[in-house]
């Protein structure tokens, strides 16, 4: 059974802060990790989707990279906001190259004005 | 242009009655996918469509779950018989195409409560 790891599971900082949270998926037959972020009473909007070993991403101040001999990825928030707060998830195709994601339960972050 | 809308957005319902929550994808998307999101859990795979080939059930949590896509565009997914186990956000998801690195694009979700 395939498993998505997030850590941590909450996130509380500070406006302004720089932040960052894992996600941790199986390193064989990798295809796609792709990356949301949810706000509540809000759909999960996708963030990032990254394929290559080495890849960097960014949108703003957001950003991530991706490690998958290991089977990890990082996203970064650099000197968040309050607009910010939101429940970042990733996931993994079920399936190798197509069907499904599997999701991580989500890092929920919280910046305080 | 047009994203990826539900209906209805919340509904409630009695246990032991039947429900239908419907989809309308992003025009073009052939992939089609419904989560859900129970209390406390993450989102959790119920079923994919793909083009014209047979759907991918494997995550219908029993046989009281179905879903059908007409025309290869909306969906409607539909409880039977609904226990309080049901209660959920039911999200739906498409994509251009069904492989791994095309992101999903969600609707706002039906909130499903069930009394």
């Known amino acids: 059974i395939l498993n998505v790891e997030q850590s941590p599971q909450s996130l509380h900082v500070q406006e302004g802060d720089s932040t960052n949270f894992t996600c941790s998926f199986p390193s064989s037959n990798f295809y796609a990790l792709h990356w949301y972020r949810w706000e509540t009473a809000k759909s999960p909007e996708a963030l990032f989707v990254m394929t290559l070993n080495g890849d960097e991403k960014k949108k703003g101040r957001i950003s991530a990279t991706l490690n998958t001999k290991e089977g990890y990825s990082y996203l970064y928030i650099k000197g968040s906001q309050p607009e910010d707060s939101a429940t970042y998830l990733c996931a993994f195709p079920s399936g190798g190259s197509q069907g499904n994601l599997i999701f991580g339960k989500g890092t929920k972050l919280s910046v305080k004005p | ?115």
């Open chain 2, 1 to 115: 242009g047009a994203g990826v809308s539900q209906s209805p957005s919340n509904k409630v319902t009695e246990k032991g009655k039947d429900v239908e929550l419907r989809c309308d994808p992003i025009s073009g998307h052939t992939a089609l996918y419904w989560y859900r999101q129970s209390l406390g859990q993450g989102l959790e795979f119920l079923i994919y469509f793909q083009g014209n080939s047979a759907p991918d059930k494997s995550g219908l949590p029993s046989d009281r779950f179905s879903a059908e896509r007409t025309g290869g565009s909306v969906s409607t997914l539909t409880i039977q018989r609904t226990q309080q186990e049901d209660s959920a956000v039911y999200l739906c998801a498409s994509s251009l195409r069904g492989s791994a690195p095309y992101e999903q694009y969600f609707g706002p979700g039906t909130r499903l409560t069930v009394t």
